[in-house]
Structure formats: structure tokens, C-alpha cells
């Protein structure tokens, strides 16, 4: 039940498999600049983070969807028990485990941080909302920002002591980031006066910090138009006292708090900037127009911060589908359905329940393996960078590429497949007394903030498969290349290592066939076919990752005695990767055949054709 | 916004094509046994339930989400209009259109109820469940019912003085039906006493009317065990004085009303039957253990009227979507969007949301269309039977095949396609502000209530496919191959029929492998694979009743002026078919391939695979 304190599971045994033997933590973890992070320390965090997500903030998941936030004299006040977490999760270090030391953090990994988050968003996405935001905008004025700036805000941002915010969206600017219309006028002092309206301002109030510093993206006096003319200014909701605490009101005001489908516990604000002329901002770096650039060091985080969340919903979603299948008993075994004296069966054992949940698991494993290996690529970047810089360069390239894959591929499948424990549940499901309707409510939103998937579908068409003269993508096939080479003759996996090779040479055709438009007039089939693409470079990537890591388990398997506890495990991973292999990866080629046939039929009919209002 | 008095909206037109045009409803109006009505009253009291809709259940239906029903001593309270909405559509005779004048009704044909019911459902899903469920309970006791009973109740439920639920589900017995455990003891006098718990009981109580008159399963004492044991009782709340008015309490307990998803406002109560030993039930037709079937007459029904659900709200979220598209402007032509002084554009010019509109528009016409043709096989059986035995026989088989085709596709298609609604508004849609996300969350019980869409699955490959021989799906087939015969020539539509063609040898291949499946020991493989064939087996219909729609509009648009207002609806229907069978059809080939496949990877996997818990 929902309202249970101990409804929140993770599979730690899983986790550890990703991070341990799939993506070889071992090799950059005890090195600089990772020397405190062995492989031991990397499974005590995970495990208590574990400990710690089930006893405080799981709990909180059902209670803060229904009491939701409210606003009180101007203040967003978060459902009962969030202060309290917060306090308690910034005590555990959790936060600032990937974290530098020169910003008060503990220098692990980021792919360790990364399934630190996906256990802290599968407990309670709209609360780690709050301090993922402060995450986010302190990495961003870590690396952005003058030094002065960086010692007043980050390591505050970092530990707690104060919130962020990220603020982009305008009520007429949305996906089309460059219309926003908040100006900042100059002080003469090299601050600004900033005046405007946010909206969609993700915990752009509330009262578990002292402060909350905004990242506002604002247009100075004079610059051009579009996205080129945009900066970004700090703009604390309190202004900051010469001896660094928070002081007077900065003329930020709440206008209101959005009532949505989901994410309940996160409010969700229209903020308005100096309507008393009194909201003072200074720029970030101090250097005008870089705003967007700028912005997207944070966006990019924050891109990767929802496909985590979508992975960790969708696990809760899985888990606990799983256990109630387990445990409910519902009719008799399928062969003797209407035979009322046979034993009554626990559905798990019904064959389509059965089937949803193997794709559960499959889907869930792959964009896990899809993180940790975007993360990865980002750990051996850094460790690389001025010892093998080709070799960073290469990893740098996959998180560039990787980042638009994994928040579609991931917030999509959280919101289908959270709908998808709804229906193992059965009419249980639909019930506030059961978590996954939950799941599926929050989930919805993932697929479009930070970048609508039509956006990110663009940016990898777009953007991404020509980034470095096509290098990125390149690398990516021949990393998969290689994959296939090298298993193709494998007995047990050879046809689906064959069904790999299909998928794989059916997306370089595509991505011909997208070559050839934008060469052409027939641009208008870019984005026709961009989210279509997109998601067949997905089914990619997550058939080879679960097939890579069955063949890590099928070598696991083949030194452990027959009663050892972890063979069921391994055996699992086995039929993650053959039924994605034998049920998904064909739809590569057929996608990619629907591609080649070039509809257009979305822009030739007439408008007044849809219907007749 | 959802709480505008006219936010819902339906496309009379296409209604009106759907049912006149493409299903040439003037062939069966005004003859027996529909005299009364013809193509002028069908359109007048399409266009007057519109109007309804529109001013008295389309703004209750944001305040009925939010308000919910509650529990006060015992009795559920609607929410804040619901009963005077219950009063006035009564008022109205919408509800009676198609009720034989035997019963107090008009005598329409069902096509014309189906399309009212739409309007009703689509402006409002949950408070049309409570004169729907009257409605079907009404039926069944017309069909099953003995003499006294039909006097005693059908009227009265059919015009809205008393309410009507079916009571199936138990705690332990939801698609199991079979182990229900409610208990029947005769009390000698012909009627029995009546104990124990049923639970979903949609409309199960509600202050709407003056009595609830309850069908509900149980097994009389000594009854064989499973569903053919089962027999229906007529359980009133309040038991009927000898004058027919409603009486005492009839120990009809409301347990609980449960906090769901989605349709907040229609009340899903617990129900404790004779908790006192006080609950008197009369069996229907006055016949023990025929319950099953009885309740399959109401339940067909149901599963209909639930497709009609789906198509209602699908309709409502992709028009509300449509009118969001042509407002909303964001972002300059896709092909200069980096450019901030072109001008900016309504979103529905941007290829990607005209994409997710066209297929929301191809599928909700494609429903919409299926369903007519299954009422109107319903209204020609009827017509036929005594005139054409034969040709009777065959329109009612198409109703049985099609009947859990309609069911789960238009379920599936409400709640996915509302989620790509939302997806079009872009965050607006995430908000309460807007009526999408409520689509989606209503939409998401009608793939699981009046049977599972697995069950839906299996009803198709298990019985339907092989009922009277095999003779309904091979009518069904030779349907369609009469179709491609005539039009795979056209030189507009020849490929897009190829595609048809193609598809539906598809299905042929994949039904014989079912027919293999049945005869080995594979079993398995029919659970395993039936939804996915249900779904092919939808595409195709609607595949071929698009093309039919489109091939229709073609020739009108021949004799039209290049001027007439209605060519813009015709090119509509273009566009809509060349869609779907470019973009959908090749799915079925495709398809059909993976379950040759034979993946039994689900029943593979030992269960303790699944997770490590």
C-alpha cells in the first residue's frame, strides 16, 4: 500500500551490476580525481542511500501528492515533512557525493551520483526536484560564474543551506526560448535592475532553505533579439549581506502556484522580477550575452536529471508491480482457466502479466545501463582530460549524443510503462491505495520540460549526429560495430547479436536518409521523422547495452555453482536481453523503412481540413 | 479552459458523414422497426444532444473531477449538479432514442444512440456512467427478464426514476468471475436472501434517483462451483411496494467509495449485501445458474459503451488539442526557427505537433467509424431477422467479432492519444487549467473495467475467431478483400489499399498460426501473443474503414464546387486514410512477423529472475 512506510523498492543487486560489472567502476574509482571512491565506498553510499529513501522520504511520496503546496502570504509552504527531509537528506552527504572538493563535496564519480538519484527520485520525484534544481544551478555558477561568485553561492547551494532555480520559460516563450522578454537594466554598479515574468518555475519558492538563489535568463538593454541577446543573471530571492547570509527581500514575488496532474509535492511558480524595480541581478561571469550557452551547462545536467527520474519511477512502478503479481492470486493456471477446482494462481504466473512485466524489467535495465554509461563516459572524460585527450574527447562525444536518447527514450517509457503497472494491477492499479497511479501521473510531465522530446529528437537530428564532423555518431557505431563482431558467432545470443547488426545498419541508413533532406527541399521531413528516429537510436542503444551486459552474466554464470544465490540474477539479465533482442530491436528496421517512405502527409493537409470548427 | 462553460467540443459534421455517408444510415431509417425515424431526426437530436452537452455536462465535468463524490450516513453524494444534469437529460429523451416503444422508448436505431452517447460520454464520461449503467441493467431485464419483472423495472430505469448497476467483481474475484462467493438462500417464496461483498460497483449508490436496482451475481445454495453456478438477482436498494413505488431499505450497505485516478465524479463503491440477512433478491427470468450468460447479454453492452467512452473523450482531448494548436503561437516556421524576426506562428504549423494532431484525427475518425458499422450490423440484424435470416446472422456475427476489437483499441487510443494531447499543449496541458490531463486520467480505467483488455484479447483469439466456424472473421475478411478488389486500381488510393491487402494477409498468416498454436503443445504462445494480434487485427478495420471514409469523400468531392464549404471536411478524410495506411498498416505485416517469431521468453524466465527481492 502507497501510504505503507516501506512501499519504496530498489534492487540494489541490479544497481551494483551496472555500476560494478557492466561499466567497470573499479577502473576509474580510486583514482584521481576520484582517489576517496573505491568500489567499497561507492556500495556503502548506495546502500544507505537505499536505507535512507525508504525511511524518509518513500513515506512522504503518497502524502505530498495529495496535500500538494499552497501558497501563504506570498510564500510557497511544501507539504508536511519536506523541511524535515531536507535537512535530514543534506545531512547524509548524498547530495554532494559527485560533488569537488573545493566546493565543500566528497569527489566521487557522477555515474555514482547518478544512481544516488535515481534511488532518491524513485522515493519521491517531487521532492528531489528541490535539491536537484540547487544541484543543478550551483554546477552552473561553479563553472560559469567570476570567482567572487563562485565563493559566495556554490558550496551553499551545494549543502543546503540555500535552493535554486532555473528560470527560462516566459508565458509567450516556451520552447522558443528566445522570445523571452525579461529585461535587466544596468545599476552602473555592474549589477542590474531585472523585470519580468517566469512561469514554470520548478521549486521557484518554497520554505525549506534559507534562500533560494534564481537563474534568470534576461535580455540587457540593447542586446539583440533572439537567443543570441539573452544573459543570465543571478538573482537571489533574498539579497546576499557583505558577511555572505541572507538579508532583505529582493522584490522577487510568487504570483501563483500551478495545479497539475502530478508532481504535486514540487511547486511549480509564476515568479514575477522587480515589480517595485527592486530585484537586483548580477551576471553570471559577469560577461553579457553568453546566456544561453551558459544555460545549457545546467540544461544539459538537468536533461540527464529527468531521464534519471524517469528511471527511478519507472522502477518503483516495476517493483512494485512485480510484488503485487506476486502476491495477488487471481484465477487458475492459464491451461485450465475454467476449471474452478484447480488452485488459484498468483498472476505473475499468467503468461500477458508475465509478458508486461518482462518488458518492465528489460526497458527498466536498459536506460539504467543507458545512464550509467552516459555518466561514465562523463567520469573517464574528466579523469582523461590532459592524460588522453583523444580519449576524452571520444567520451565527451557520447554524453553529447547520448543526453537527447536517454530524457526522451527515458520519460516516455516511465510514463507507458507506469500505465503499464496500472494494468498489471488491474482495476487495483487505478486506486489511490496503490502507488502506480502515481507513478503514471508524475511521469507525464518528464517527456516535456527541460526540452519537449520533440526538441530533443530535433537537437539529436539536428545538432548531435553532425556534432565534430559526425565523430560522436561514428563512434558510437563502431563501438556497437565492434560489439557484433566480436558475439555474432556467440551459440546462445547469435541471432540476436544478427538482430543488432539489423537495427544497427538499418539506423545508418536513416541517417543517410536524414543526410539527404537537409541537402534537399524536403527539410519539412526532418522534423516529421526526428521523434521516429530518435526512438529507433534508442531501441539501439538499449538492445545493445541489455545484450552486453547478459553476456557479462552468461561469463558470471559460468563459474557459479548451480545453488549459488545470484544465478537467478544473472539468468535474469539473460531474458532482459533476448526478449528486447527478439521484440523490439526488429522494429528498428521497420521504423527505419517507414522513414525511407517519406510521408509528408502531416504538412500537406490543409489546416481547415482537420475539422470543421 | 476546462472551466469555461464551452470548452467541449465535437465535429457534428464528421458525426454526420460517419453516419449517413459512410454507413448510409437512410437505408435503414424510417423502415420497420425504426418508422419514426429518419435522416432529418437522426440529425435534429444529434445536433440538440450536442447543444446539451455543451451547456448542462461539459462544465460539470472539470468541477465533478475536483469535488469527487463523498459518503454522508451511509448514502454517496454526487458532486454540485450532478442530480439536476440527471433530471434535465431525462427531460430531454436522449437516453430512451433507441429503447423499443414497448419499454417507454423512441425505437431509433443503436447507430443514432451510439453517436448521442458520444456526445454525452465525450462532454462528461463520469456522470454518463450512471444513466449508462441504468441503461444496460434496463436491457438486460427486457431481454431476461420474466413478464412481472419487465413491468416492474425497465421502464422506470430506461427513463431515469430509478438507477441501475451490474455487480460482478468481488474482493477475490475480479477477471476470475468464477469465484465469486456472494451466496443465494431461497427463502421459499421464490425470492432469495442475498450476502455478501461486491466491490468497482460503478454508480453502486448515488442521490440521482429515487431506487438502484442491483444485478448481481451470486451462487444459490448447492450450486456447482465456477461461473456455471452463478446465477443474476434483481437486488433493489429499496425494495418495490405493491404499488411499484420504491419502499423500505433493502439491506444494501455501502462499504466504502474508493479515491481513484480518474472519472472522480462517478462513484466506485463497495456494496455489502444483507450484512443483516435482510437482502431480498429475485432471480432474473425467474431461472438459477444461467447468471453468466444473462450478465454477458448486459456486459457486451457494456464493452460497447466503453468503446464508445473512449471514442468520446479521445475526440474531446484531440479537438481541444486542434484549438489549443491554432492559438497557441511559439517559435517562427520550422524552417527559421533560429530566427527571431520572422514572425511567430501558431504551433500547429510546426510539422511535429501537426504530426501527433493528423494521427489523433486519423485514429479517433477510425474508432468512430468501427463503431458505427458495429451498430448498424446490430440495427440490420434486427431488421433482417425474420426478413433474411441469413444476412441477420451475419451482421450479428460482425458484432460479436468486433465487439472486443472496438473495446480495446478505442481504449488504448483514449488514453495514449489524450497523454500525446497533453503533448501538444506542451506544459499548459500538465495543468489543471486545461481539460487534457483529466482525459487522460479518466481515459485509463476503460482498458481495464468490463474486461481486461487481455480479456478482450483472448475473447478475439479464443472464441470470436472460431465461433459459428470461423464464419464471422471470414465474412469480415472477404469484406475487405471485396474492398481491395474494387479500389486497388484507384490511382489516388492503389497503394495505400496494396498496404491494406498486404496487412491483411497478414492477419490471415497470423491466424492460422494461432489455429497451429491451439493444436500443439504451445499454448502458451496464444496469451503470449493474443493482445498484439488484437491489435493488428484494429489496425486493419480501421485501416480499411479510413480508406472506405476517404474513397467516400473522393466521390462528393467530384460534384462540389471548388468553392463549397464542405470540401476542406472531404480532404480531411484524404488525409486521415493516407496517414494511417502509410504510417500504421505496414505495422501489421510487421507485426505478424513477431508472433511467427514464437518469443516465449515471458514463461522462460524463472520467476525469481525478475528482481532480487
Not at 507539504?79 to 557525493?97: H, I, S
Not at 535552493?163 to 555592474?190: F, R
Not at 536481453?577 to 522513414?595: Q, S, T, Y
Amino acid at each position: 500500500m502507497s501510504n505503507g512506510i516501506n512501499w519504496y523498492q530498489a534492487d540494489l543487486r541490479e544497481l551494483k551490476f551496472v555500476l560494478l560489472e557492466q561499466f567497470r567502476y573499479g577502473e576509474i574509482a580510486g583514482r584521481a580525481p576520484f582517489e576517496a571512491w573505491g568500489v567499497e565506498e561507492a556500495t556503502a553510499v548506495l546502500e544507505e542511500t537505499y536505507r535512507f529513501a525508504r525511511e524518509v522520504l518513500g513515506p512522504l511520496n503518497t502524502s505530498g501528492d495529495r496535500e500538494g503546496c499552497r501558497l501563504e502570504g506570498g510564500q510557497v509552504i511544501t507539504p508536511k515533512g519536506f523541511k524535515d527531509a531536507w535537512r535530514k537528506l543534506y545531512e547524509t552527504g548524498f547530495k554532494t557525493v559527485s560533488v569537488r572538493p573545493e566546493h565543500g563535496g566528497q569527489g566521487a564519480p557522477h555515474a555514482l551520483q547518478c544512481l544516488i538519484e535515481e534511488i532518491l527520485s524513485g522515493a519521491n520525484p517531487a521532492f528531489n526536484m528541490y535539491p536537484g534544481l540547487a544541484f543543478g544551478a550551483a554546477e552552473l555558477i561553479a563553472e560559469c560564474g567570476t570567482a567572487a561568485q563562485v565563493r559566495r553561492y556554490v558550496e551553499k547551494m551545494y549543502n543546503g543551506h540555500w535552493g535554486g532555480t532555473m528560470c527560462l520559460t516566459e508565458p509567450q516563450a516556451g520552447s522558443d526560448v528566445g522570445a523571452a522578454k525579461t529585461i535587466a537594466i544596468k545599476n552602473g554598479d555592474g549589477t542590474y535592475r531585472i523585470r519580468g515574468t517566469k512561469i514554470f518555475i520548478s521549486g521557484g519558492d518554497h520554505d525549506l532553505a534559507e534562500n533560494i538563489i534564481h537563474l534568470v535568463l534576461a535580455r540587457a538593454e540593447d542586446a539583440p533579439a533572439g537567443t543570441k541577446g539573452l544573459s543570465l543573471f543571478i538573482v537571489p530571492k533574498k539579497r546576499i549581506n557583505p558577511d555572505g547570509s541572507a538579508g532583505q527581500s529582493n522584490d522577487v514575488q510568487v504570483g501563483s502556484i500551478e495545479h497539475k496532474m502530478g508532481i504535486n509535492g514540487s511547486a511549480t511558480c509564476v515568479l514575477n522580477f522587480g515589480d517595485n524595480d527592486q530585484c537586483i541581478g548580477e551576471l553570471v561571469g559577469g560577461v553579457e550575452n553568453a546566456g544561453m550557452s551558459q544555460m545549457f551547462r545546467m540544461m544539459n545536467g538537468a536533461r540527464i536529471a529527468v531521464a534519471v527520474q524517469g528511471l527511478g519511477v519507472l522502477s518503483t512502478a516495476y517493483l512494485n508491480a512485480l510484488a503485487y503479481a506476486k502476491e495477488r492470486k487471481q484465477g487458475a493456471h492459464f491451461k485450465f482457466w475454467k476449471d474452478p477446482n484447480r488452485p488459484r494462481v498468483a498472476i505473475v504466473e499468467h503468461p500477458d502479466v508475465r509478458r508486461m512485466l518482462l518488458e518492465m524489467k528489460a526497458v527498466t535495465e536498459g536506460i539504467r545501463a543507458l545512464l550509467v554509461k552516459l555518466t561514465t563516459h562523463l567520469d573517464r572524460s574528466r579523469q582523461l582530460a590532459g592524460v588522453d585527450d583523444p580519449k576524452a574527447t571520444y567520451h565527451r562525444g557520447q554524453v553529447e549524443l547520448l543526453t537527447p536518447i536517454v530524457k526522451s527514450y527515458s520519460s516516455d517509457a516511465a510514463f507507458r510503462l507506469s500505465a503499464q503497472a496500472i494494468q498489471v494491477y488491474g482495476g487495483a492499479g487505478y486506486l489511490k491505495d496503490h502507488p502506480v497511479e502515481q507513478c503514471c501521473r508524475d511521469a507525464k510531465i518528464f517527456s516535456i520540460y527541460e526540452g519537449t522530446n520533440h526538441i530533443q529528437a530535433m537537437d539529436l537530428v539536428g545538432r548531435k549526429l553532425g556534432q565534430a564532423g559526425g565523430a560522436h555518431f561514428q563512434d558510437f557505431m563502431r563501438d556497437i560495430g565492434e560489439f557484433v563482431a566480436q558475439h555474432r558467432a556467440n551459440p546462445r545470443y547469435g541471432s540476436a547479436v544478427e538482430a543488432l547488426a539489423a537495427a544497427q545498419e538499418s539506423i545508418m541508413q536513416s541517417a543517410m536518409v536524414f543526410f539527404g533532406w537537409s541537402q534537399s527541399d524536403k527539410l519539412h521531413l526532418i522534423p516529421l521523422n526526428a521523434n521516429r528516429f530518435l526512438s529507433l537510436m534508442s531501441e539501439l542503444a538499449i538492445g545493445w547495452l541489455l545484450l552486453d551486459a547478459a553476456l557479462i552474466a552468461e561469463t558470471a554464470l559460468e563459474s557459479l555453482p548451480a545453488t549459488h544465490s545470484d544465478r537467478p540474477f544473472y539468468e535474469g539479465k539473460r531474458w532482459s536481453a533476448l526478449w528486447f533482442a527478439r521484440n523490439v530491436l526488429p522494429d528498428v528496421e521497420h521504423g527505419a523503412k517507414l522513414i525511407a517512405a517519406e510521408d509528408s502527409s502531416p504538412v500537406e493537409i490543409p489546416l481547415e481540413a482537420f475539422s470543421t470548427h
